[in-house]
């Protein structure tokens, strides 16, 4: 368990430590319609939907559905 | 099918229960006030695999921004599931292999001959806080899902921040989930009531790492506890069909990642990666890659690819030679065996823009995937869609 928390804080720490600083005018191809990871949220909460009833490697979040017929 | 008259009461009642929720997502969305940012989001998912189980799904989502800041959103989905009739009788070795693939419960030789269809209904509440101009943003949200014989709830809570002007962001999220199990009557099967509950924490970071790059990399980690075994599936260990039984404990433990590039000839592509692993000795490796691209002014194509690969859990077997299983508990579930899966995957986006005013913001999606693994199960994944702000 330890080992995960310091691996997660390790990446944190990395990311806070900052690659660039893009400006808002320079977000232009960032914002553009196809590189939005959030526009596909509702799509993999769906898709998870069904993977986590073939594969049992899942984050386990979203409720575990044991009841489901299709699971 | 064949339902009891206890069953179709719950059923009518979920049925009425769902058909409420959706009523009142349509119905928030007609009495919005003009003028707020409101968003409506529509899908219907068709799920079918090579065991002849169907899953047909219906989502509607109602987004309503107020008081500039905040936002609230209501989700109602339901899930039709359509089983086909069990290959053997009842209790037989060949039965027992067709109950692993689709958890049904069989309580007569009639009955198992038969279709079974089964409902489930979903619905999510949230709200958001993120007040323009401001690094920090929080959410939280309830959700129930409801069955025959099963009632999931979660609540959950993300708090976010932003630094360096928005090219840095860490998302932390909490959730609680607990589950309830009221068993169908099946043969074999215990009709006791059971319950579970889960933690799960996810720390998500957020990394531009140039104008047209972005980086995504995070830990999630879930606790179960309680009931994790299939109630309607048996295994045959030492000679005997035996109730499933899988330990009442689990951690699991993941850490992905995902890089984004745009692309010049207006075209993005991205690749994801995920490692897992479990006390139950699950390990697990997925690579998902998307290429987007432009096609004409507006609309969108992605070609998808996915890879996983994961190892069987401990005491997963094929066969069983002794009653007791390993370490005491029997596994039929073909999630817990070794697997290679791949998954090819293709969507079409058609915004309308610059068509008629009413119609800006419209979007249409249309995706197919096909999914196959190395135990000989395929499925096919339709899915067909609009979002619309106004």
């Known amino acids: 368990m330890r080992r995960w928390i310091a691996l997660g804080l390790g990446l944190a720490v990395l990311a806070l430590a900052g690659c660039a600083t893009v400006?808002?005018?320079?977000?232009?191809?960032?914002?553009?319609?196809?590189?939005?990871?959030?526009a596909s949220a509702r799509e993999r909460a769906l898709e998870r939907h069904w993977l986590d009833t073939r594969e049992g490697a899942s984050g386990g979040a979203l409720g575990a559905g044991g009841g489901c017929a299709c699971n | 099918m064949q339902l009891t008259g206890r069953h179709e009461s719950r059923l009518g009642r979920g049925r009425r229960a769902t058909r409420a929720a959706l009523a009142a997502t349509v119905l928030l969305g007609v009495g919005a006030p003009a003028g707020a940012d409101e968003t409506v989001h529509a899908t219907y998912h068709s799920f079918s695999d090579?065991?002849?189980?169907?899953?047909?799904?219906?989502?509607?989502?109602?987004?309503?921004?107020?008081?500039?800041?905040?936002?609230?959103?209501?989700?109602?989905?339901?899930?039709?599931?359509?089983?086909?009739?069990?290959?053997?009788?009842?209790?037989?070795?060949?039965?027992?292999?067709?109950?692993?693939?689709?958890?049904r419960p069989v309580h007569s030789?009639?009955?198992?001959?038969?279709?079974?269809?089964?409902?489930?209904?979903?619905?999510?509440?949230?709200?958001?806080?993120?007040?323009?101009?401001?690094?920090?943003?929080?959410?939280?949200?309830?959700?129930?899902?409801?069955?025959?014989?099963?009632?999931?709830?979660?609540?959950?809570?993300?708090?976010?921040?932003?630094?360096?002007?928005?090219?840095?962001?860490?998302?932390l999220r909490g959730a609680y989930?607990?589950?309830?199990?009221?068993?169908?009557?099946?043969?074999?099967?215990?009709?006791?009531?059971?319950?579970?509950?889960?933690?799960?924490?996810?720390?998500?970071?957020?990394?531009?790492?140039?104008?047209?790059?972005?980086?995504?990399?995070?830990?999630?980690?879930?606790?179960?506890?309680?009931?994790?075994?299939?109630?309607?599936?048996?295994?045959?260990?030492?000679?005997?069909?035996?109730?499933?039984?899988?330990?009442?404990?689990r951690l699991r433990r993941a850490v992905f990642a995902e890089c984004e590039r745009y692309l010049t000839s207006r075209a993005s592509a991205s690749i994801g990666l995920r490692y897992y692993t479990d006390d139950w000795r699950v390990r697990a490796?997925?690579?998902?890659?998307?290429?987007?691209?432009?096609?004409?002014?507006?609309?969108?194509?992605?070609?998808?690819?996915?890879?996983?690969?994961?190892?069987?859990a401990y005491f997963f077997r094929d066969l069983y030679t002794a009653p007791g299983g390993v370490d005491g508990y029997r596994s039929g579930d073909y999630k817990l065996q070794d697997v290679d899966s791949n998954l090819f995957g293709l969507k079409v986006s058609v915004p309308f823009e610059g068509t008629a005013p009413w119609l800006d913001g419209l979007v249409l999606d249309l995706k197919y995937e096909r999914y196959f693994d190395s135990n000989s199960f395929a499925a096919n994944v339709l899915e067909a869609g609009f979002s619309w702000p106004f």
């Open chain 2, 285 to 312: 490796g997925t690579v998902d890659v998307h290429f987007n691209q432009y096609v004409g002014d507006h609309c969108i194509v992605r070609y998808r690819y996915r890879y996983h690969t994961q190892t069987a």
């Open chain 2, 177 to 249: 989930g607990f589950d309830a199990l009221h068993p169908d009557a099946h043969l074999n099967g215990n009709a006791t009531g059971q319950s579970r509950s889960n933690v799960d924490v996810t720390l998500t970071a957020t990394q531009t790492l140039s104008p047209v790059t972005q980086a995504s990399f995070g830990v999630e980690l879930t606790a179960i506890r309680g009931f994790q075994s299939n109630p309607y599936r048996n295994v045959y260990a030492g000679g005997q069909i035996l109730p499933e039984l899988h330990p009442e404990t």
């Open chain 1, 23 to 38: 400006a808002p005018f320079q977000r232009e191809y960032l914002a553009d319609r196809i590189m939005d990871p959030a």
């Open chain 2, 50 to 103: 090579s065991a002849k189980n169907h899953v047909d799904t219906w989502v509607m989502e109602y987004v309503q921004g107020f008081a500039d800041a905040w936002s609230a959103s209501l989700r109602g989905a339901l899930d039709r599931v359509h089983l086909p009739p069990l290959a053997g009788l009842p209790g037989s070795q060949e039965n027992i292999d067709a109950i692993t693939t689709a958890s």
């Open chain 2, 109 to 171: 030789a009639v009955q198992s001959k038969q279709d079974y269809l089964k409902e489930r209904q979903e619905l999510t509440g949230s709200l958001q806080w993120a007040p323009r101009g401001q690094s920090l943003r929080a959410s939280g949200s309830y959700y129930v899902s409801r069955e025959s014989d099963f009632l999931g709830q979660q609540a959950s809570g993300e708090v976010a921040r932003n630094w360096n002007g928005g090219s840095t962001a860490l998302a």
